[in-house]
Structures are given as C-alpha cells and as structure tokens.
C-alpha cells in the first residue's frame, strides 16, 4: 500500500512539473525558432521592383535573377518618371532607370534602411558592370531621428502587447460584464494611442500627423478586444495562445527587419498579423500621404470584429447553458399532485414542537427521534438540519431539553440529515422517506471539548 502511494506522488509530481514547464518551452521553442530563422539571414525574398523600358528590364531581370534566385520581382514601366511614382505608390520597392547612361535608383529609407542598402548594393553592383555610377535618390525619407526607419515597429510594439496585458488583466475584474470590458479596452486603447503619438512627437521620433494616434488606438483595440475574446475558449491555455499570436509570430513579421527581406513564411503573417499591419498602415500615412492604408486598417478592424463576435459567442454560450441549467431545475423541482385528489395543497417542510400526545387536527411528524452524547444523555439545542437528495436545505430545527425533534411535511425519497452541536463531530445520515410511514432517526454525537464544557455550564 505505502509503494502504491509513493508511485502515485511521483507520478503527481511528473504531472505537475509538465504542466509548469509545459508553457516557458513552448514559448522558449517559439521564440528560437521564428525569431531566429526570420532574423539570421535577411536576404531579399519576391522584393518588387520596377525597371523604366521593357528592354532594360529583361536585362536586369536576368542579372538579378542569376545573383538572387526568387529574391526580385521585376516588371517594367514607361519611364523614370513611373518607376519613381511606383515607389511612392508603395507598388515597389525599388525602381531604376538608366537612360543617358546615367543609371538612377529610386528607394524609400521609410521601408526600412537595411533594405534600402541592401537595394543600393545590388543595383551599384550592376551599374558597375556597365562602367556606370549608380545615383540613388531617395523618395520617403524618415525623420532625423529615425535613421534606421524601425522607430514605428517599436511604437507599435508598445501599443501592441499592452492591449494583451490589459485582456488578461481584465479576466481578474469579475464584476467587469463583457460590454464593460470591452469600453475599458476601447478607453485605454484610446489613451495609449494618444500619449504614444504625443512621446513619439516629443522626442521628434515621428513627423507631425496627428492621424497616427487612430492606428495606435486600432492596434490596442485589436489585440486587446481578439485576446479578451480567445480567453474564455482557451482556459488555461490562453497564455500561450496570447504570447504566440502577439510576441512569437508578431514581431519577427512586424518589419524589424523590413518585409521584402524576409522570408515567404514571414511575410504572409506579416499580411495578416495586427502588429505587421499597424506598422504598414502607420508608414503609408506618415511617409507616402497615405498609400496603400486602407488594406492594413481593414485587417485591424477584422481582428476587432472577431474579438466582438467571439465575446458575443460565449456570451450566448453562457446563456444557452444558463437556460439548461433552469429548465432542468423546474423539470425536476415540480412536484407531481396526488393522482386521489389534484387540488390537495402539498405541505411544506416544518419543525413541530416535540409532545408525548398529538391531539385531533395537529399534523404529525413524519420526521422525529432523539441526540444523544456518549453517555446517552440527550444534548439540548443540537441543531438538525434536512436537506434533499441535490443538497438544498428543506427545514432546519433544534432538539429540546431532552434531546427530542420533530418535522413534517416532508418529500418523498432519500433525505439527508445533518446533526451539529458546538464542541462536537457533527453526524449525517441517510433516510428514505416512504408515504404513509413515520420515520425515526436517533443519533449519537461523539467528542466534548472544552467549548463544550462551557457552553453545558452557560445553560444550567
């Protein structure tokens, strides 16, 4: 018996160890895995770029090709002129033109500056070969501030994850109905959105356009009202979910290293991810007067619908089983009348004063019987207390000065009679009630204890 019971704690302990480690590994693994393998190598992966004249493209479509397979997505335009407005348009990433023999390449430093050196390496590389010099100009340059052109990555990180820390905050608020939690997300959402923009501008780390302070507020929104929306579906797991969508898969696919550079696998989550579209949306308003915006704020405004429809889901979910619960309740609560006569009133559970004789017209008991101690004296003021098959109290009454109770009125069917008295082990019993039948129930509390002593003194 004492092997089966060490085998058991092990094996309690195995269990418990799992279920703690379970989650750090996973996230250990997740972040390993993905910010590792989006990171370790950047290298340009189906990057579009427009080349100005058909025949100019073929050649550098060729050329780029062979240096980086599926690295380049080259198309042609009309002009310079085109391959330059494709740039702002954000349809390129890079567009070059060579007419006169002076080569130009059209970059953006708001994409992000190793893209950008990484495009002005390769293109000075083929100018090269044509004993050219490359001339780059760029055409959304970031503020000063912002050399790298990652600064809106990290503001939206910082309206990103909070927005998972406040849903989780907000599970702890159990006074908190849904339709208030989802106002206080959409409140602080608001705050968050405004103080960033405002810092941001302090420290001259975005230029002047208040617009960005309603992507800041998307961005909270969405991650804030899809993660109060998961939790309740999720349980326990719903830490692990909430890490993995906004920190393991956001930020390697937000455009700390630019998009173009990352790998396929990244880039279709960067399409869908809030964080990746957030930081889309905040560049297109502040550096290309507002190209290519309303895709990314669409996806933000899905992730927010689907955190409603999700909170609208358990919200009838919680009803639904609600309803169940009461319908069963009165299925089974409702007693049946008497097949004799149907307008006989059923009596309801009542303590009856304990007498030798019973007149003409008193109900009697259906219930009775005596408490006793250990020395079968009987035990005055010991509280008896009946309760149905489900737990429900039915009638609670104390014993006299000899130990005696009564009830009536009570349900037909197995009852459960519980006896107290201070300073001792209370009893439960199990009795069966049948129609017609008196039933007795006697009962011995063991134990005496010094409360005990006082409280018999107190009374005499």
């Not at 089966?4 to 799992?18: F, K, M, N």
């Not at 490359?134 to 990555?153: C, E, H, Y």
């Not at 979910?241 to 696919?253: A, E, K, R």
């Not at 098959?389 to 009570?410: I, P």
């Amino acid at each position: 018996m004492r092997h089966r019971e060490v085998r058991a704690d092990g094996t309690s302990l195995l269990r418990t160890l799992a279920e703690t480690l379970m989650f750090p590994t996973i996230l250990f693994l997740g972040l390993l895995f993905c910010f590792t393998s989006a990171f370790h190598a950047p290298r340009p992966h189906d990057a579009r770029v427009v080349v100005a004249h058909p025949g100019t493209e073929r050649v550098i479509g060729g050329a780029l090709r062979k240096a980086h397979p599926g690295g380049f997505d080259v198309t042609a335009v009309a002009n310079a002129g085109e391959a330059r407005r494709a740039v702002l348009r954000r349809d390129a990433v890079a567009g070059y033109a060579a007419e006169s023999g002076h080569p130009v390449l059209y970059v953006a430093q708001a994409n992000g500056t190793s893209l950008e050196q990484a495009l002005a390496q390769d293109f000075t590389e083929l100018a090269a070969r044509d004993h050219h010099k490359l001339t780059i100009t760029d055409v959304a340059p970031t503020v000063s501030k912002d050399r790298n052109g990652t600064t809106l990555v990290y503001l939206g990180v910082a309206w990103s994850v909070p927005g998972y820390i406040l849903a989780t905050t907000l599970l702890r608020v159990v006074t908190f109905d849904r339709r208030r939690k989802v106002i206080t997300i959409a409140g602080v959402a608001a705050f968050f959105g405004a103080v960033g923009y405002l810092v941001g501008r302090w420290l001259d780390y975005l230029p002047d356009d208040p617009s960005a302070m309603a992507i800041g507020f998307l961005l909270t929104m969405a991650v804030g009202t899809f993660s109060a929306g998961v939790a309740p579906f999720t349980r326990k797991f719903f830490p692990l979910v909430g890490m993995g969508l906004f920190i393991v898969l956001s930020v390697p696919t937000s455009g700390v290293a630019p998009v173009p550079l990352l790998p396929t696998f990244f880039q279709d989550l960067h399409a869908v991810m809030p964080l990746g579209n957030a930081v889309d949306a905040l560049r297109g308003l502040l550096y290309f007067d507002g190209a290519e915006v309303l895709r990314p704020v669409l996806v933000l405004c899905v992730w927010i619908a689907a955190g409603v429809t999700l909170l609208a889901l358990d919200a009838w979910r919680h009803r639904r089983e609600h309803l169940t619960e009461n319908a069963e309740e009165e299925q089974q609560d409702v007693p049946e009348p008497p097949a004799e006569d149907p307008s006989v009133e059923i009596p309801a559970p009542t303590a009856l004063p304990v007498r030798p004789h019973h007149h003409f017209g008193e109900p009697l008991p259906m219930l009775e019987g005596t408490v006793r101690d250990d020395e079968r004296q009987p035990v005055r003021h010991a509280v008896v207390t009946v309760m149905d098959g489900r737990g429900r109290q039915l009638v609670r009454t104390t014993t006299n000065t000899q130990g005696e109770y009564a009830v009536t009125g009570l349900p037909e069917g197995h009852l459960m009679l519980v006896v107290s008295h201070p300073g001792r082990h209370p009893v439960v019993h199990q009795k069966l009630m049948q129609p017609g039948a008196a039933v007795r129930a006697d009962f011995t509390l063991h134990g005496h204890t010094p409360w005990a002593s006082f409280q018999a003194l107190s009374q005499h």
